[in-house]
T-cell receptor, first 114, second 112 residues
Framework: DAGVIQSPRHEVTEMGQEVTLRCKPI?????LFWYRQTMMRGLELLIY????????DSGMPEDRFSAKMPNASFSTLKIQPSEPRDSAVYFC????????????FGNGTRLTVT | QQQVKQSPQSLIVQKGGISIINCAYE??????FPWYQQFPGKGPALLIA?????SEKKEGRFTISFNKSAKQFSLHIMDSQPGDSATYFC???????????FGGGTRLMVKP
């Protein structure tokens, strides 16, 4: 298996622009997570899905952020409009639903908003 | 509020030495404590995990020690190697679920 695939690896955009981050989870996994990593706040859970259904989005910072999972093999995280404080590395992870199943992370998307 | 506090933020160890990273938690409902290892440019990957029914778990050079009464757990890396240089995250969850609360991370550097 190729693992969790994220695209793009790097994104540089100007403040106010829309940004869409993409994720392909590992086939067969039930859960999908979006995390944000910054030096100041570490790894923050933004939202997670169970069988394509959003379960907990309490970590989404504000209405500018939205996430979708239209099918079991694809998810997007959208920021509109983007702001400089959104600059971070965004990770997607997936796992089986079994308790204690490890999270498999992608290599992340480094977002820079100027 | 669910929180996991990790220390130190950074650590430098000589090759062959022991690296020790500590975590403390507040929520007594936590019952699953994994450690993740992250190399630059990569996502975190599960290293080792422990349940609170045991006080220690060892896998190769990596050992988790768990103190339920103190609500603390730690990662020990024996015979540390330069290849162990990475960022380490402790985490915790309830009902061994997959919704993890991560500590702030420790950047480990092992000098040759």
């Amino acid at each position: 298996d190729a693992g969790v695939i994220q695209s793009p690896r790097h994104e540089v955009t100007e403040m106010g622009q829309e940004v869409t981050l993409r994720c392909k989870p590992i086939s067969g996994h039930d859960y999908l997570f979006w995390y944000r990593q910054t030096m100041m706040r570490g790894l923050e859970l933004l939202i997670y899905f169970n069988n394509n259904v959003p379960i907990d989005d309490s970590g989404m910072p504000e209405d500018r952020f939205s996430a979708k999972m239209p099918n079991a093999s694809f998810s997007t995280l959208k920021i509109q409009p983007s702001e400089p404080r959104d600059s971070a590395v965004y990770f997607c992870a997936s796992s089986f639903r079994d308790r204690g199943s490890p999270l498999h992370f992608g290599n992340g998307t480094r977002l820079t908003v100027t | 509020q669910q929180q996991v506090k990790q220390s130190p933020q950074s650590l430098i160890v000589q090759k062959g030495g022991i690296s020790i990273i500590n975590c403390a938690y507040e929520n007594t409902a936590f019952d699953y404590f994994p450690w993740y290892q992250q190399f630059p440019g990569k996502g975190p990957a599960l290293l080792i995990a422990i349940r609170p029914d045991v006080s220690e778990k060892k896998e190769g050079r990596f050992t988790i020690s768990f103190n339920k009464s103190a609500k603390q757990f730690s990662l020990h890396i024996m015979d540390s190697q330069p290849g162990d240089s990475a960022t380490y995250f402790c985490a915790a969850s309830i009902n061994a679920g997959n919704m993890l609360t991560f500590g702030g991370g420790t950047r480990l550097m092992v000098k040759p």
